[in-house]
């Protein structure tokens, strides 16, 4: 199975700050790297896909990249709705696994 | 408007079945792959089934290989999630989610979620 190591687990930022996460596959995914985003009691929602692909609708201060098997979520001019638990997940074969998530809190 | 609704969690003991649904409406339902995912509480998300747009091919997570069967009914764009000889790690707030496909498989939408309790 392919194993998705994420980082931090936990960040502290403010408003207007820029945070960055990251995912480290222990395997070659590819691009098959997709981020979602999740709040308390909601269903996650996905944000960015095949590593670096804004999805329709997700405001463009969210940006992925990727580097081999290490893959980045950089968020910009964070925004108070912004603050919630991010997962990576990789879609290059099942199982499908997700990272630990990364909770992000207001400081 | 894409949605996806679960139905069917709940108290159950250890040992017994669940009967899981997923209706789905505003796609195409036949036409895509469709995920059930797992979530227990505190915890990160796992991914449980797979079960390809015309329901030929399957897949599972090694936690629930042999206890847990995936179906779904085209004609009433439906999704299932048979849960058999459960434990008490099973305790998750289960989502349904529509797969992509594709070169760029992702999930979306994804349903609100059912809770399963397994408590004595």
């Known amino acids: 199975d392919i194993q998705m190591t994420q980082s931090p687990s936990s960040l502290s930022a403010s408003v207007g700050d820029r945070v960055t996460i990251t995912c480290r596959a222990s395997q070659s995914i590819y691009s098959s790297l997709n981020w979602y985003q999740q709040k308390p009691g909601n269903a996650p929602k996905i944000l960015i896909y095949a590593a670096a692909n804004l999805y329709s609708g997700v405001p463009s201060r969210f940006r992925g990249s990727a580097s081999g098997t290490d893959f980045t979520l950089t968020i910009s001019n964070l925004q108070p709705e912004d603050f919630a638990t991010y997962f990576c997940q990789q879609s290059f074969s099942t199982p499908y696994t997700f990272g630990q998530g990364t909770r992000l809190e207001i400081k | 408007q894409m949605q996806l609704v679960e139905s069917g969690g709940g108290v159950v003991q250890p040992g017994k079945s669940l009967r899981l649904s997923c209706a789905a409406s505003?796609?195409?339902?036949?036409?895509?792959?469709m995920n059930w995912v797992r979530q227990a509480p505190g915890k990160t998300l796992e991914w449980v089934a797979l079960?390809?747009?015309?329901?030929?091919?399957?897949s599972f997570a090694d936690s629930v290989k042999g206890r847990f069967a995936i179906s779904r009914d085209n004609s009433k764009n439906t999704l299932y999630l048979q849960m058999n000889t459960l434990t008490t790690e099973d305790t998750a707030v289960y989502f349904c989610?529509?797969?992509?496909?594709?070169?760029?498989?992702?999930?979306?939408?994804w349903g609100q979620g059912t809770l399963v309790t397994v408590s004595s």
């Open positions: 505003g796609f195409s339902f036949g036409y895509f792959s």
């Open positions: 989610a529509r797969d992509t496909g594709g070169d760029t498989s992702l999930f979306d939408p």
């Open positions: 079960i390809s747009y015309d329901g030929s091919k399957t």
